[in-house]
């Protein structure tokens, strides 16, 4: 029969999936349940309380039924609205049967109680204000027009048709001539329900814009910091997580449920933030600051395998975040705590790397025609001059055993140079479309009679069922699988397996310059595994960990790869080293 109407404090009638909901019927939702939960909350105890106080009043016992009845009714209506409530898609019109019921028994309780004179015709100035709280002033003089009706309704037939008597010949004449106070006072109910009807729903009319504004305001901010590519999240004065966007979650990978409440550096496992939070607390001066964060093991997404490390120019355990802090101020220009934005540059630091590294080349390019010329001549007459000698010098022991070590010895240094040629120049590649398999079983064929090869190994080879082919220069891609299973084959001293697989993976994507699908070389094999700190500078030139060899052979891999369009990862443990070179089956060409 009406409700109360201030704003409320949460519901358990909360339809699901509310969220999904657009504003309007959100709002409309939560002022049905608060009609709704209102209505007993309020007509119970007004009848309860009535009738303790006014038991004389009402004792026949028609009367009683009828008190009695309608608080069963109130309850009857309450649980069927919660119960069809899920159901329901036209809010308003749902409102509008609830105010159609609750005037019906309104007009029935003072049909009772006393008409005008009746402490419950308030009620109808409840169910005004609750009508205008769905359908503002429009809503609110319909429903002022309805209680005055009904009530001069109930006046009119009590004061002309007593219960239990006889209709008078001038049933007519009292109303107007014996009743004028109750006609009065019918009239001040009449400008008490259009004032109430008028100013209440003019009121709450305003109210709704202005919540409309405030609305549009608040999703406007909240799109637009969570279009905001930085993490932006809000602390209090302690360091605890108060706001967390979007944007940072998928930065962290933590969700803002975890993420709210916790505290900044202990999320972060990164001490320094704790330190610039004093010197931001101190000094008040916005801080800004670099660095690695290191993910926790099953938060941040998939994990390696325990102990694993990988590399592609960094460990992927790894972030590196920029980060700017500053004071959080009120509208009183108080300091609540700090809003913190932070940026991933994680793939910037990757890509300015890879741009010094190719500087490197050039230098290392230029460096190389003049080598060419300067050390691969002198050495090739040194070499043929030794060789003549040993020929036409007849050595026997320590003699000829020195010659030998500064033929091979020359022999090594041209192959290095070989090598740094063809790293720092490399050829352009010769494509040419090239069955998978066919190559790799070529590769394995040269690699059983390789000197690093022994009976100890054992290489296994698992290809899919159906051929690929891809658009490849072949002999350099040979020369791929050939530093790679050496180098496999050398991390075994003592003898273990190899194994090569072939698959089909998605792509990158269009920042990497592949096509749809790209193929999947894996050389595992069960070595010592590498050392992580030496991890990120295997592809180096001349960086190796071997008593032998010119350090090249990882560097001429990747090269030939990315003059393919192609990218190769590493993945390390104690038991093992993963090379995995990915190639588009399309015909791209790197930039």
């Given at each position: 029969m009406?409700?109360?109407?201030?704003r409320?404090q949460?519901s358990p009638?909360r339809?699901?999936?509310?969220?999904n909901?657009d504003a309007?019927k959100?709002?409309l939702?939560?002022r049905?349940?608060r009609?709704?939960i209102?209505r007993?909350l309020?007509v119970?105890p007004?009848?309860?309380?009535?009738l303790?106080?006014n038991?004389d009043?009402?004792k026949?016992?028609?009367?009683?039924?009828?008190f009695?009845?309608l608080?069963?009714?109130?309850?009857c209506?309450?649980?069927?609205?919660?119960?069809?409530?899920?159901?329901?898609?036209?809010y308003?019109?749902?409102?509008?049967?609830?105010l159609?019921?609750d005037?019906f028994l309104i007009t029935?309780?003072t049909?009772i109680?006393?008409?005008v004179?009746?402490p419950?015709s308030?009620l109808?100035i409840?169910t005004?204000v609750?009508?205008?709280?769905?359908?503002y002033q429009k809503?609110g003089i319909?429903?002022?027009t309805?209680a005055?009706?009904l009530l001069g309704?109930?006046?009119?037939?009590?004061?002309?048709?007593?219960?239990g008597?006889?209709?008078?010949?001038?049933?007519?004449?009292?109303?107007?001539s014996?009743?004028?106070?109750?006609?009065y006072?019918l009239?001040?109910?009449?400008?008490?329900?259009?004032?109430?009807?008028?100013?209440?729903?003019q009121?709450?009319y305003?109210?709704?814009?202005?919540e409309?504004?405030?609305?549009k305001?608040?999703v406007l901010?909240?799109?637009?910091?969570?279009?905001?590519?930085?993490g932006v999240?809000t602390?209090?004065?302690?360091?605890t997580?108060t706001?967390?966007n979007?944007a940072?979650?998928?930065?962290?990978?933590v969700s803002s449920?975890?993420?709210i409440?916790?505290?900044w550096?202990?999320?972060?496992?990164?001490?320094?933030?704790?330190?610039?939070?004093?010197t931001?607390?101190l000094s008040?001066i916005p801080?800004?600051f670099?660095?690695?964060?290191m993910?926790?093991?099953g938060r941040?997404?998939?994990?390696?395998?325990k102990?694993?490390?990988?590399a592609?120019?960094?460990?992927?355990?790894?972030?590196y975040l920029?980060v700017t802090?500053?004071?959080l101020r009120n509208d009183q220009g108080?300091?609540?705590?700090?809003i913190?934005i932070f940026?991933?540059?994680?793939?910037?630091?990757?890509?300015?790397?890879?741009?010094?590294?190719?500087r490197?080349?050039?230098t290392?390019?230029e460096?190389?025609a003049?080598?060419a010329?300067?050390?691969r001549?002198?050495?090739?007459?040194?070499?043929?001059?030794?060789?003549?000698?040993?020929?036409?010098l007849?050595?026997?022991g320590d003699?000829?055993?020195?010659m030998?070590?500064?033929?091979?010895?020359?022999?090594?240094?041209?192959n290095?140079?070989?090598e740094?040629?063809?790293?720092?120049?490399?050829m352009?590649?010769?494509?040419?479309?090239?069955?998978?398999?066919?190559?790799l079983s070529e590769?394995?064929e040269?690699?059983?009679n390789?000197?690093?090869?022994?009976?100890k190994?054992?290489?296994?080879?698992k290809l899919?069922?159906?051929p690929i082919?891809?658009?490849?220069?072949?002999d350099?891609i040979?020369?791929?699988?050939w530093?790679?299973?050496?180098?496999?084959?050398?991390?075994?001293?003592?003898?273990?397996t190899?194994?090569i697989?072939?698959?089909?993976?998605?792509?990158?994507?269009?920042?990497?310059?592949?096509?749809?699908h790209?193929?999947?070389?894996?050389?595992?094999?069960?070595?010592g595994?590498?050392?992580?700190e030496?991890?990120?500078?295997?592809?180096?030139p001349f960086?190796t960990t071997?008593?032998?060899?010119?350090?090249?052979g990882?560097a001429?891999?990747?090269?030939i790869i990315?003059?393919?369009?192609?990218?190769?990862?590493?993945?390390s443990?104690?038991?093992?080293?993963?090379?995995r070179?990915f190639?588009?089956?399309?015909?791209?060409?790197?930039?």
């Amino acid at each position: 029969m009406g409700t109360f109407v201030g704003r409320p404090q949460g519901s358990p009638l909360r339809e699901k999936g509310i969220f999904n909901m657009d504003a309007e019927k959100a709002v409309l939702l939560n002022r049905l349940n608060r009609l709704i939960i209102g209505r007993p909350l309020l007509v119970t105890p007004l009848l309860s309380l009535f009738l303790l106080f006014n038991y004389d009043a009402v004792k026949n016992t028609l009367d009683l039924t009828i008190f009695f009845f309608l608080i069963g009714a109130t309850w009857c209506l309450t649980f069927l609205y919660i119960f069809s409530i899920q159901w329901i898609r036209n809010y308003n019109g749902f409102a509008a049967l609830q105010l159609v019921c609750d005037l019906f028994l309104i007009t029935l309780l003072t049909g009772i109680t006393g008409t005008v004179e009746s402490p419950f015709s308030i009620l109808y100035i409840v169910t005004i204000v609750s009508s205008a709280l769905f359908f503002y002033q429009k809503g609110g003089i319909i429903v002022a027009t309805a209680a005055t009706g009904l009530l001069g309704m109930i006046a009119f037939a009590q004061t002309t048709v007593p219960l239990g008597g006889e209709v008078p010949p001038d049933h007519l004449t009292p109303f107007f001539s014996q009743n004028k106070e109750l006609f009065y006072r019918l009239f001040l109910h009449a400008i008490a329900f259009y004032s109430t009807g008028t100013v209440i729903g003019q009121f709450f009319y305003k109210m709704h814009e202005k919540e409309r504004g405030l609305s549009k305001l608040r999703v406007l901010h909240e799109d637009i910091i969570k279009s905001i590519p930085s993490g932006v999240l809000t602390t209090d004065t302690h360091g605890t997580i108060t706001f967390f966007n979007f944007a940072a979650s998928q930065i962290i990978g933590v969700s803002s449920r975890e993420a709210i409440g916790a505290i900044w550096w202990d999320l972060f496992s990164w001490e320094e933030i704790r330190r610039q939070y004093q010197t931001l607390t101190l000094s008040g001066i916005p801080q800004h600051f670099e660095g690695h964060v290191m993910k926790k093991e099953g938060r941040w997404g998939m994990s390696p395998a325990k102990g694993a490390t990988s590399a592609r120019g960094a460990a992927p355990t790894d972030r590196y975040l920029s980060v700017t802090i500053s004071s959080l101020r009120n509208d009183q220009g108080e300091i609540t705590g700090v809003i913190g934005i932070f940026q991933d540059l994680t793939h910037v630091k990757q890509l300015e790397e890879e741009m010094d590294q190719k500087r490197r080349l050039a230098t290392i390019g230029e460096m190389a025609a003049g080598m060419a010329h300067e050390i691969r001549n002198p050495l090739a007459s040194i070499s043929g001059s030794i060789q003549l000698l040993k020929n036409e010098l007849s050595l026997t022991g320590d003699h000829r055993q020195l010659m030998e070590i500064a033929l091979h010895e020359a022999d090594r240094l041209n192959n290095i140079i070989t090598e740094f040629i063809l790293y720092a120049r490399p050829m352009t590649p010769r494509r040419r479309w090239t069955v998978l398999a066919d190559l790799l079983s070529e590769s394995l064929e040269l690699l059983k009679n390789s000197k690093e090869m022994s009976d100890k190994i054992n290489i296994q080879l698992k290809l899919l069922k159906v051929p690929i082919r891809i658009f490849i220069d072949p002999d350099q891609i040979k020369q791929v699988f050939w530093n790679l299973a050496i180098n496999a084959f050398q991390a075994m001293p003592k003898g273990g397996t190899l194994t090569i697989t072939v698959d089909r993976v998605a792509s990158l994507g269009e920042q990497d310059h592949l096509s749809d699908h790209r193929v999947e070389i894996c050389f595992c094999d069960t070595g010592g595994g590498i050392q992580k700190e030496d991890l990120s500078r295997i592809f180096y030139p001349f960086f190796t960990t071997k008593s032998s060899g010119s350090g090249l052979g990882l560097a001429i891999v990747q090269r030939i790869i990315e003059q393919h369009a192609g990218s190769i990862e590493v993945e390390s443990t104690p038991q093992g080293t993963s090379f995995r070179v990915f190639l588009p089956e399309g015909e791209q060409v790197a930039d």
